[in-house]
């Protein structure tokens, strides 16, 4: 009887260990949209998994050693933004003037204080920028010439236009253009060739973002978000993804919020601030939430796309309505998870 008792206590403690909150934890997407198996060659597919694994591995070791949230979102997403295969930074999209216009945004849980930049042209990471306007200036969002003064104003690296370039995005302009009766623009001077994700990287349509959530071992959570925006974008354009409210958000009192996807509607529907109202005024699960918004609001309006989210309590959600997402995750005592079709947990 004591040896059942005693088995029955220690798998009691087993379950209960397995069970505990995490103390830190990271989860990252590299955009949603049309992303099936039939399209993705194994060489693609390959190589968007190990460029997920690259990135949460580097945040969850920034975590891990104790370091901060924000800290961890923007050593992240420096390696998005820098891989061709992705829809910012280097490998972002065009505008319809033939010009890469990037946005960024990054808001801390702990103080509700957050940072943005629209339109920038030459800062090589613009989430880096985006923490700079946060922490070093009294505003909350830079656009254009201005913000790129800011950022070579505050010291951080700066780089020629052409450095942007990709030549895959500059095809998919060509097409863009043609298909809309609109002129082709000038090649840009300056571009770099040859293109390193010629041949690997995937189009998922208009919902390429980067963003990364987490949670770090002092319990606050952050959320950062990275886009070129989409092909042939004119005016001006700008999306959710440095919307404070819309394609970022995060909140020690409920979750941290990174979106991508048609960026429209995640403004008009306040996507990542609704997702966390309902966590903290609802007392919904994570995963409930995200669902209630993305499944169903943003599903009943017409947009598509998906969101991460991380909560205080160590919760992790994703959901979308597109065929993919290129999303992971990892946290204390879980292993890394990747994943990118619809039928992938």
């Known amino acids: 009887m004591r040896v059942l008792t005693l088995a029955l206590a220690m798998t009691a403690l087993m379950t209960s260990q397995a069970l505990a909150a995490p103390k830190w934890a990271i989860v990252v997407h590299g955009g949603a949209g049309v992303i099936e198996r039939s399209q993705l060659t194994p060489e693609q597919e390959a190589a968007y998994r190990a460029a997920m694994t690259r990135a949460t591995e580097a945040g969850a070791k920034v975590l891990e050693a104790g370091g901060g949230a924000m800290d961890a979102i923007e050593a992240t997403i420096h390696l998005l933004e820098d891989d061709p295969l992705f829809n910012?930074?280097?490998?972002?999209?065009?505008?319809?003037?033939?010009?890469?216009?990037?946005?960024?945004?990054?808001?801390?849980?702990?103080?509700?204080?957050?940072?943005?930049?629209?339109?920038?042209?030459?800062?090589?990471?613009?989430?880096?920028?985006?923490?700079?306007?946060?922490?070093?200036?009294?505003?909350?969002?830079?656009i254009g010439a201005g913000a790129d003064a800011f950022s070579k104003a505050e010291g951080l690296e700066q780089v020629d236009p052409g450095y942007f370039f990709t030549e895959r995005r500059w095809k998919s302009l060509e097409n863009f253009a043609r298909a809309n009766n609109l002129p082709v623009p000038a090649r840009p001077a300056g571009a770099k060739t040859p293109d390193s994700a010629e041949g690997l990287a995937h189009d998922e349509g208009k919902h390429g973002t980067v963003g990364v959530v987490a949670l770090d071992s002092q319990g606050n959570v952050a959320a950062g978000t990275s886009t070129g925006g989409v092909t042939g974008k004119r005016w001006g354009r700008v999306g959710d993804s440095p919307i404070i409210g819309a394609g970022t958000y995060a909140s020690n009192?409920?979750?941290?919020?990174?979106?991508?996807?048609?960026?429209?509607?995640?403004?008009?529907?306040?996507?990542?601030?609704?997702?966390?109202?309902?966590?903290?005024?609802?007392?919904?699960?994570?995963?409930?939430?995200?669902?209630?918004?993305?499944?169903?609001?943003?599903?009943?309006?017409?947009?598509?796309?998906?969101?991460?989210?991380v909560a205080p309590d160590g919760q992790i959600a994703w959901s979308y309505n597109t065929s993919g997402m290129y999303r992971a995750s990892m946290a204390e005592g879980r292993p890394l998870s990747v994943g990118i079709y619809k039928d992938e947990p």
């Open 88 to 142: 910012a930074g280097r490998g972002a999209v065009f505008t319809a003037e033939g010009r890469n216009e990037l946005d960024a945004a990054m808001m801390d849980g702990r103080t509700l204080k957050a940072g943005a930049v629209a339109g920038v042209t030459r800062t090589r990471h613009p989430i880096s920028l985006a923490r700079a306007v946060m922490e070093k200036s009294p505003h909350v969002m830079l």
């Open 253 to 309: 009192a409920s979750c941290a919020v990174s979106a991508t996807g048609t960026g429209e509607y995640f403004i008009r529907l306040t996507v990542a601030r609704d997702i966390c109202a309902l966590v903290e005024l609802k007392g919904l699960s994570l995963q409930a939430a995200a669902d209630e918004v993305v499944q169903k609001k943003l599903t009943a309006l017409g947009g598509d796309g998906g969101v991460i989210a």
